[in-house]
């Protein structure tokens, strides 16, 4: 069976309205059946008080074995009235009256030989003859009478189904209209959902439109936003690998080129100095590159980091910042540079990825070795704030110009001389890190030369900042 919406909704709605006439049907059966019973009990009750009237003259006035002769012989219809006369009640309502000793005076055709039930008035159900009789008892103090009146009750029985019956033949072709009138509506209204698959098959990958329904209901309108808001991230991601490719390949392309020339100059060179030179300058390319590829590739994660929502922890950034001053320490060494840490013994956890905060860490140290010539020296300062916790690295190398100030994280834009290592993509890293983390980043040249950079960053929720 296709499991289409139109099929789940004809059959939800054949359920209920099954339910609903199962349920009317059976409450018009009761319903039916009490008012039967209601109304043939005041028959019988009327039927008696007539034949007591007729049965109210002296006693000596009635000529029983007569009554009972002229009882006993059934009456032959006419033929106009023979249609009306063979109803399906015929032969089922009776009548015996007894004296008041118990001795059965007369009996109607129909009704048993013995009597219905104990005489005492009232209303009674008896079994005689294998028939169910709903009999109503009255005494004639008069005449000392006995008089009971009785109805099978297959008669109520009868019509509490006829009318069951028919209520359930009214509710069915109801039900069959309803059906066919269900399938048209459900045509027309799905038809929105005809239309939204139209738009998206034809949606190409480099053009992906908004989608816009005519006569849109407000069931599907969620369904077409978000399709809408998957569209746009897939076109977001679409212009970030075209971007990623154009970047990888500007950026990889001359650099490529020459290790190319290195080595083929490697392999000209006859004396094993020059020889050296060259592979020395391909190690170097290739070590620039392996960077360049690195920071392209975090710059793809994050790219795609912007795109999702970002699980966050509790980071202690302290502990991270002390780990990379460690790494550091041989680079430290090797140039000579002075480091100054100043970090107090207790600072509150950030809420962020470990992994990015230790890439944002370890961007801004690479930075500040790279540019800080050989004796120079270089300060991290961690310190908590109002706003949130602070991180500053400064170093004493040549600075930013001030005309550069403001694209120093923009990619691929560096300030520094081309024998200074580095891909422009370091600060640009780090911008997306902080932002991603809900921080601030501020560039500055020092007064008294270098440069300096400060990132502040909130903290987890629940670990108090100094007051003001």
């Known amino acids: 069976m296709m499991n289409s919406i139109k099929a789940r909704l004809t059959r939800s709605f054949l359920l209920i309205i099954g339910l609903a006439l199962v349920i009317s049907v059976v409450l018009g059966f009761f319903t039916a059946r009490h008012e039967i019973d209601e109304m043939f009990d005041a028959q019988l009750v009327e039927e008696a008080h007539v034949l007591a009237g007729m049965l109210s003259l002296p006693a000596h006035d009635h000529d029983w074995p007569l009554l009972q002769q002229a009882l006993s012989r059934e009456p032959k219809p006419t033929e106009s009235d023979e249609e009306s006369y063979n109803t399906s009640y015929t032969k089922k309502v009776a009548v015996q009256v007894w004296s008041a000793e118990g001795l059965q005076l007369f009996r109607s055709v129909s009704a048993p030989e013995e009597a219905f039930a104990e005489l005492k008035p009232g209303f009674l159900i008896a079994r005689r003859d294998g028939k169910v009789w709903h009999v109503y008892t009255t005494y004639l103090p008069s005449n000392r009478y006995w008089l009971m009146v009785g109805e099978r009750t297959d008669i109520r029985r009868e019509l509490s189904l006829n009318v069951a019956a028919s209520l359930l ?89 020459i290790i190319r020339l290195h080595a083929q100059n490697a392999l000209q060179y006859p004396d094993a100095e020059r020889k050296n030179r060259s592979l020395e300058k391909v190690i170097l390319g290739v070590d620039r590159n392996t960077r360049v590829v690195q920071q392209l590739l975090m710059m793809a994660r994050l790219d795609a980091s912007d795109a999702l929502v970002m699980e966050v922890a509790a980071v202690d950034l302290r502990h991270i910042v002390l780990q990379l001053v460690q790494e550091f320490r041989p680079v430290l060494e090797g140039k000579r540079l002075e480091l100054v840490m100043e970090a107090g013994e207790y600072l509150p956890s950030v809420p962020g990825q470990a992994d990015l905060l230790a890439v944002l860490v370890r961007n801004l140290l690479e930075n500040a070795v790279n540019y800080t010539p050989e004796n120079g020296s270089i300060r991290i300062a961690m310190s908590l704030k109002r706003e949130g916790l602070m991180i500053q690295v400064e170093d004493s190398g040549p600075g930013v110009p001030e005309d550069k100030l403001s694209q120093i994280s923009q990619r691929f834009v560096r300030a520094a001389p081309r024998d200074i290592q580095g891909t422009g993509l370091g600060l640009e890293i780090v911008g997306r890190i902080v932002r991603l983390h809900r921080g601030e980043i501020r560039f500055a040249n020092r007064l008294a030369g270098g440069f300096s950079v400060s990132v502040l960053l909130p903290v987890t929720p629940g670990e108090e900042a100094p007051g003001a």
Do not use: K, Y
């Open 169 to 257: 033949v009214g509710l069915l072709a109801s039900l069959l209209v309803s059906i066919v009138l269900l399938r048209q509506r459900l045509v027309r209204d799905m038809s929105p959902l005809e239309e939204l698959r139209r738009n998206i098959s034809e949606r190409r990958l480099d053009h992906l439109q908004v989608i816009r329904l005519n006569d849109e209901p407000e069931e599907i309108r969620p369904v077409t936003e978000a399709i809408n808001h998957l569209f746009d991230r897939v076109t977001q991601g679409v212009e970030r690998e075209r971007a990623f490719i154009a970047d990888a390949a500007h950026e990889l392309r001359t650099p490529l080129s």
